[in-house]
């Protein structure tokens, strides 16, 4: 009997690998970590509002099963909750904070939260996850207060890296491959070998580049966007105690964030992440 006819002869095919979710969320408890560079994300943050005049309200979606996002912000004094979309992460996340009551089962898609509710969304390693990125942003911009800001930490289609690591495949140089190769890795994972897309039951099927982001972005409405290079202060720890972060802001931003051929050089490495500010209300 081959493996494809024995693994789903009793199952059917779109149940997909059996017990994928539980093996998502043990190998998620187990490599989740507290060094999130949250300090340099808040600092980042500074430079667009000034949370100290706005509600300090701030939702994590996909906080995972140890949520320290939302732990340390809690610690700094912010009304901070999150989301996650699959089960088992979301029942570990409350017993990680021991509060029932921060952590929401959801999705990007359909965020449990009212409407201009949250001062700050951060949507770190979700963005290529989702079923639909744009309905994502819609929902992060929906829920965000005028003059809010929305994080945005994802894949990187043009990242160069020697070693061909992309951080969602253990395939190396997947983010080169063509769509059709990678959507048959999707498949392969999903039904045969979990491991190779760290037996995450909904792997990184969207690769972006900021360009894309800024796309995105604008489709639902939000108007300025930014990247850590453009916002990052020499003087934030986090830029202090890293030698390139520190070379580079030092010597290179100044020159590089006033010339839109530099600008976008940097970003097709750097260009993973983005800050989306929302436009305040005219009166």
């Not at 409407?115 to 929906?142: F, I």
């Not at 966007?225 to 100044?254: E, G, T, W």
Request: proline share 6%.
């Amino acid at each position: 009997m081959n493996p494809t006819t024995e693994l789903y002869q009793n199952r059917l095919l779109s149940q997909g690998y059996p017990d994928l979710e539980t093996l998502g969320v043990e190998y998620f408890k187990a490599i989740q970590s507290n060094d999130s560079h949250l300090s340099w994300i808040m600092s980042c943050v500074s430079k667009l509002v000034d949370m100290s005049t706005i509600p300090r309200t701030v939702a994590v979606v996909g906080c995972g099963p140890q949520p320290y996002s939302v732990k340390t912000l809690m610690a700094l004094g912010y009304d901070a909750t999150g989301v996650e979309p699959v089960q088992g992460s979301a029942e570990a996340a409350r017993a990680f904070l021991d509060d029932s009551e921060r952590i929401h089962l959801g999705s990007a898609e359909v965020l449990p939260y009212a409407n201009k509710s949250q001062s700050l969304v951060l949507l770190e390693s979700v963005l290529e996850h989702v079923d639909s990125p744009l309905t994502s942003l819609a929902e992060c911009y929906r829920v965000l207060a005028p003059g809010g800001v929305l994080y945005v930490y994802t894949t990187n289609r043009f990242r160069v890296s020697l070693t061909g690591e992309n951080g969602e495949f253990r395939t190396r140089f997947y983010n080169w491959f063509p769509g059709l190769v990678k959507e048959s890795y999707v498949f392969k994972h999903l039904h045969f070998a979990p491991h190779l897309s760290n037996f995450s039951p909904r792997p990184a099927v969207h690769w972006f580049t900021f360009t894309d982001l800024c796309k995105l972005g604008r489709y639902v409405g939000f108007a300025q966007f930014y990247s850590h290079l453009d916002l990052a202060d020499r003087n934030d720890p986090s830029v202090k105690s890293n030698p390139l972060r520190r070379f580079l802001i030092s010597n290179l931003q100044p020159r590089v964030i006033q010339n839109p051929w530099l600008r976008a050089l940097a970003l097709t490495q750097l260009g993973n992440s983005i800050f989306m500010y929302k436009r305040p209300e005219s009166h």
